[in-house]
């Protein structure tokens, strides 16, 4: 077979990215360039070959019976390309170079936050641009190397690394809030109580999840107010405005300190862990690598 120059090459990558993205304008945005030129690369592509690739109507871009079959091909192709680019980083030294992750404000805190001292200090030559927000972001769209986020929210197309174990989520209270208000034994008490209420990355109210297997319940609580932030409901928990639902391992010094209390102890969730992801056919920035094997090395046994 002879050898792909480098302008087919990358015909390739702009036709396996546009049928992934099934969109000419979030193919561009991935890959930095504009939709006519990727326009113009497909049209090529499809002339070289002889075979139709792509239908495109005014809704949608869908390959063809031929372009799913080439893209199925090419991804594994160009992820074992960018698999064995990867690895080279063990014979580069010391990574440089500026990394840009977006993280939800709990990763930031017990993800990121205890391993930044160690993370730089053996590699002072990275740049790290963190974003934190708790809404769901088009990592490639908005410019992102990486995201985090829970393990059931990560895009299907992204690579996902696990970056914790299983995360236990608790419901607690102040002991100020218990004594005047009394223990919940059971999930269903939850409805007479006052309840810090949760607002997702999509602004609706979460339900709070309680129990695992067959026991697994979910109760729409009420309560005096909702946040779309951890912090401001373990302090309004704290202040005894209300019981607030979050991760055990994030409210571990209030507990410490006796301004929180468990309660439904035996109702606690197990959730998905931490993930890291990123877009795969995508050869890692500097750094990322690094960051994931501290970070896992802090949380993971």
């Known amino acids: 077979m002879p050898a792909l120059t480098r302008s087919e090459l990358a015909e390739l990558n702009v036709f396996m990215t546009v049928a992934r993205r099934q ?8 890959l930095g360039v504009t939709t006519s030129a990727l326009s113009h690369s497909i049209k090529n592509l499809e002339e070289r070959l002889g075979v139709k690739l792509l239908n495109r109507t005014s809704r949608a871009v869908v ?3 031929a372009g799913a079959a080439l893209a199925e091909k090419l991804e594994r192709g160009f992820d074992a390309i960018g698999g064995a680019l990867g690895e080279l980083d063990v014979y580069r030294g010391v990574p440089a170079g500026r990394l840009r992750i977006n993280v939800p404000r709990d990763a930031s805190r017990l993800l990121l936050g205890p391993i930044l001292p160690r993370f730089f200090e053996a590699y002072p030559a990275v740049e790290l641009d963190i974003t934190v927000e708790d ?16 393990g059931g929210t990560v895009p299907q197309d992204m ?3 696990p970056l914790t174990g299983p995360l236990r989520w608790v419901v607690v209270g102040s002991p100020d809030y218990l004594s005047r208000h009394g223990r919940p034994v059971q999930p269903a008490d939850l409805l007479r109580h006052r309840c810090v209420r949760m607002r997702i990355g999509d602004n609706s109210l979460y339900k709070w999840e ?7 319940c979910e109760i729409d609580v ?9 912090e401001i409901s373990v302090q309004a928990a704290v202040n005894g405005v209300g ?5 055990e391992r994030r409210v571990s010094e209030e507990l410490e300190a006796g301004k929180l209390e468990i309660v439904l102890a035996e109702w606690a969730a197990v959730g998905a862990p931490f993930f890291v992801y990123y877009p795969s056919r995508r050869q890692l920035p500097p750094g990322l690598r690094q960051l ?10």
């Open 222 to 230: 009420p309560g005096p107010m909702s946040a779309n932030e951890t």
């Open 63 to 65: 390959p063809t019976v």
């Open 159 to 161: 690579v996902a690394v």
């Open 23 to 30: 969109s000419f304008r979030q193919a561009a945005i991935e």
């Open 135 to 150: 809404r769901m972001v088009d990592i490639v769209g908005d410019g992102y190397d990486a995201g985090i986020r829970y």
């Open 243 to 247: 019981l607030a639902y979050c991760l």
């Open 210 to 216: 309680l129990g695992s297997g067959a026991e697994a």
């Open 292 to 301: 994931i094997d501290c970070i896992r090395a802090a949380n993971l046994p």
